[in-house]
Protein backbone atom coordinates (compact mmCIF):
# COMPACT_ATOMS: atom_id res chain seq x y z
CA UNK A 1 0.00 0.00 0.00
CA UNK A 2 1.16 3.38 -0.86
CA UNK A 3 1.73 5.80 1.82
CA UNK A 4 -1.05 9.09 1.18
CA UNK A 5 0.37 12.55 1.20
CA UNK A 6 -1.89 15.42 1.59
CA UNK A 7 -1.88 18.65 1.80
CA UNK A 8 -2.10 21.49 2.86
CA UNK A 9 -0.89 21.24 6.69
CA UNK A 10 -3.14 24.04 9.00
CA UNK A 11 -2.02 22.89 12.45
CA UNK A 12 0.22 20.21 14.39
CA UNK A 13 0.28 19.94 17.77
CA UNK A 14 -1.49 19.30 20.99
CA UNK A 15 -5.55 20.07 22.00
CA UNK A 16 -6.84 18.63 24.76
CA UNK A 17 -10.17 19.41 25.86
CA UNK A 18 -12.39 19.76 29.08
CA UNK A 19 -15.80 20.33 30.24
CA UNK A 20 -17.30 20.98 33.84
CA UNK A 21 -20.90 20.87 35.32
CA UNK A 22 -22.67 21.27 38.42
CA UNK A 23 -22.86 18.53 40.52
CA UNK A 24 -25.78 16.29 39.11
CA UNK A 25 -26.48 18.04 36.67
CA UNK A 26 -26.00 18.86 32.57
CA UNK A 27 -25.34 22.50 33.67
CA UNK A 28 -22.28 23.61 32.19
CA UNK A 29 -19.80 25.76 34.46
CA UNK A 30 -16.66 25.54 32.48
CA UNK A 31 -15.58 24.62 28.77
CA UNK A 32 -11.14 24.61 28.16
CA UNK A 33 -9.30 24.05 24.98
CA UNK A 34 -5.72 24.06 24.93
CA UNK A 35 -3.61 25.06 21.79
CA UNK A 36 -0.32 23.67 21.87
CA UNK A 37 1.13 24.14 17.85
CA UNK A 38 3.98 22.83 16.83
CA UNK A 39 3.20 24.03 13.33
CA UNK A 40 1.24 26.25 11.33
CA UNK A 41 1.53 28.76 8.78
CA UNK A 42 1.23 31.32 11.51
CA UNK A 43 3.90 30.11 13.45
CA UNK A 44 4.46 28.03 16.75
CA UNK A 45 2.41 29.10 19.77
CA UNK A 46 -0.11 28.38 22.64
CA UNK A 47 -3.69 29.74 23.06
CA UNK A 48 -5.88 28.49 26.03
CA UNK A 49 -9.73 29.20 25.18
CA UNK A 50 -11.42 29.44 28.09
CA UNK A 51 -15.52 29.53 28.75
CA UNK A 52 -16.87 30.40 31.89
CA UNK A 53 -20.75 30.33 33.44
CA UNK A 54 -20.24 33.95 34.57
CA UNK A 55 -22.93 33.16 36.95
CA UNK A 56 -20.32 30.83 39.30
CA UNK A 57 -17.25 33.02 39.32
CA UNK A 58 -19.47 36.27 41.02
CA UNK A 59 -16.70 37.63 43.13
CA UNK A 60 -14.34 37.72 40.05
CA UNK A 61 -13.98 41.01 38.10
CA UNK A 62 -11.66 40.35 35.24
CA UNK A 63 -12.28 37.81 32.82
CA UNK A 64 -14.94 35.78 34.63
CA UNK A 65 -16.49 34.83 31.06
CA UNK A 66 -13.83 33.44 30.07
CA UNK A 67 -11.28 34.51 27.61
CA UNK A 68 -8.42 33.15 24.95
CA UNK A 69 -5.27 33.68 26.48
CA UNK A 70 -2.15 33.48 23.79
CA UNK A 71 1.67 34.19 23.00
CA UNK A 72 0.60 34.15 19.27
CA UNK A 73 -2.37 36.28 18.59
CA UNK A 74 -2.63 35.50 14.73
CA UNK A 75 -2.55 31.81 15.26
CA UNK A 76 -5.26 32.16 18.26
CA UNK A 77 -7.25 34.01 15.95
CA UNK A 78 -6.98 31.47 13.06
CA UNK A 79 -7.72 27.96 15.34
CA UNK A 80 -10.73 29.71 17.20
CA UNK A 81 -12.57 31.44 14.18
CA UNK A 82 -11.99 28.53 11.68
CA UNK A 83 -11.97 25.58 14.10
CA UNK A 84 -12.80 26.31 17.86
CA UNK A 85 -16.54 26.57 17.51
CA UNK A 86 -17.38 23.51 15.79
CA UNK A 87 -15.99 21.38 18.38
CA UNK A 88 -18.70 19.48 20.07
CA UNK A 89 -18.03 20.90 23.61
CA UNK A 90 -18.04 24.79 22.40
CA UNK A 91 -22.28 23.99 20.83
CA UNK A 92 -23.88 26.83 21.25
CA UNK A 93 -21.54 29.05 23.21
CA UNK A 94 -20.30 32.78 22.09
CA UNK A 95 -16.69 31.41 21.69
CA UNK A 96 -15.58 33.80 19.47
CA UNK A 97 -17.21 36.34 21.40
CA UNK A 98 -14.58 35.58 23.99
CA UNK A 99 -11.22 38.29 24.45
CA UNK A 100 -8.22 37.85 23.26
CA UNK A 101 -5.22 38.43 26.16
CA UNK A 102 -1.64 38.17 25.12
CA UNK A 103 -0.43 36.06 27.76
CA UNK A 104 2.75 33.62 29.04
CA UNK A 105 1.46 30.21 28.17
CA UNK A 106 3.00 26.60 28.76
CA UNK A 107 2.10 23.44 30.33
CA UNK A 108 3.79 20.86 31.67
CA UNK A 109 3.12 16.35 31.54
CA UNK A 110 4.50 14.06 34.04
CA UNK A 111 2.50 11.40 31.83
CA UNK A 112 -0.30 11.56 34.66
CA UNK A 113 -1.17 15.45 35.37
CA UNK A 114 -1.20 17.67 32.30
CA UNK A 115 -1.22 21.67 33.55
CA UNK A 116 -1.82 24.15 30.91
CA UNK A 117 -1.25 27.83 32.25
CA UNK A 118 -2.42 31.13 30.41
CA UNK A 119 -0.79 34.45 32.66
CA UNK A 120 -0.64 38.28 32.56
CA UNK A 121 0.56 40.36 34.93
CA UNK A 122 -3.23 40.45 36.79
CA UNK A 123 -4.80 37.53 35.43
CA UNK A 124 -3.84 33.88 35.80
CA UNK A 125 -5.60 31.00 34.39
CA UNK A 126 -4.60 27.11 34.88
CA UNK A 127 -7.08 24.09 33.57
CA UNK A 128 -5.44 20.78 34.83
CA UNK A 129 -5.72 17.13 32.93
CA UNK A 130 -5.37 13.90 35.47
CA UNK A 131 -5.25 10.44 35.40
CA UNK A 132 -5.63 9.29 31.47
CA UNK A 133 -7.99 5.95 31.55
CA UNK A 134 -7.47 5.15 27.83
CA UNK A 135 -5.36 5.94 24.62
CA UNK A 136 -7.27 5.99 21.18
CA UNK A 137 -6.59 6.85 17.56
CA UNK A 138 -9.07 8.84 16.06
CA UNK A 139 -9.20 9.69 11.82
CA UNK A 140 -12.17 11.72 11.35
CA UNK A 141 -12.03 12.49 7.61
CA UNK A 142 -13.39 16.07 6.46
CA UNK A 143 -14.12 17.05 9.82
CA UNK A 144 -17.13 19.85 9.23
CA UNK A 145 -16.28 23.39 10.07
CA UNK A 146 -19.32 25.66 8.74
CA UNK A 147 -18.61 26.02 5.26
CA UNK A 148 -15.19 23.99 4.77
CA UNK A 149 -13.63 20.69 5.98
CA UNK A 150 -10.65 19.32 7.95
CA UNK A 151 -9.31 15.52 7.76
CA UNK A 152 -8.27 15.16 11.62
CA UNK A 153 -6.12 12.75 13.22
CA UNK A 154 -5.06 12.64 16.90
CA UNK A 155 -4.60 10.31 19.83
CA UNK A 156 -7.52 10.86 22.44
CA UNK A 157 -6.87 9.67 25.78
CA UNK A 158 -10.28 10.28 28.06
CA UNK A 159 -8.92 11.20 31.82
CA UNK A 160 -10.78 10.54 35.18
CA UNK A 161 -10.37 14.02 36.81
CA UNK A 162 -10.38 17.67 35.53
CA UNK A 163 -10.15 21.10 37.21
CA UNK A 164 -10.17 25.08 35.85
CA UNK A 165 -8.68 27.85 38.07
CA UNK A 166 -9.13 31.34 37.75
CA UNK A 167 -6.59 33.59 39.89
CA UNK A 168 -6.25 30.80 42.02
CA UNK A 169 -9.99 30.22 42.36
CA UNK A 170 -11.17 27.17 41.53
CA UNK A 171 -14.13 26.77 39.05
CA UNK A 172 -17.10 24.94 40.63
CA UNK A 173 -18.30 22.07 38.60
CA UNK A 174 -16.97 17.99 37.80
CA UNK A 175 -15.76 15.94 35.05
CA UNK A 176 -18.17 13.67 33.97
CA UNK A 177 -17.28 10.01 33.15
CA UNK A 178 -18.93 7.49 31.08
CA UNK A 179 -18.11 4.45 28.77
CA UNK A 180 -18.43 4.82 24.69
CA UNK A 181 -20.47 2.41 22.61
CA UNK A 182 -17.60 -0.02 22.45
CA UNK A 183 -17.50 -0.63 25.87
CA UNK A 184 -14.30 1.85 26.42
CA UNK A 185 -14.04 4.63 28.97
CA UNK A 186 -15.09 8.22 27.96
CA UNK A 187 -15.07 11.39 29.87
CA UNK A 188 -15.34 15.02 29.55
CA UNK A 189 -11.91 15.98 30.88
CA UNK A 190 -9.42 14.46 27.58
CA UNK A 191 -6.17 14.71 26.15
CA UNK A 192 -5.45 14.83 22.52
CA UNK A 193 -1.83 14.48 21.35
CA UNK A 194 -0.45 14.22 17.80
CA UNK A 195 -3.24 16.68 16.34
CA UNK A 196 -2.47 17.07 12.73
CA UNK A 197 -5.62 19.38 10.79
CA UNK A 198 -5.00 19.01 6.99
CA UNK A 199 -7.19 21.58 4.76
CA UNK A 200 -9.52 23.19 3.83
CA UNK A 201 -10.35 19.70 2.03
Request: hydrophobic fraction near 40%; charged fraction near 15%.
Amino acid sequence: MMAEIKRPIFMCGENPGLRLYAPNTQQLTAVASYWHCTYSPWGTGNALVLWLDEQVMPGTESYRGGGIFTDNLLLAHKLVEVLTPHFPEFHGLPVTELPYVEASCEHVFDGVQYKAHGRTETVSVEVVWEEPLDQKYLNWPKFPAGSAAYDLTTVICPCRTGSVKLNDVAVPGEVQQGQSADGYPSSTAFLAFAESWVGPV
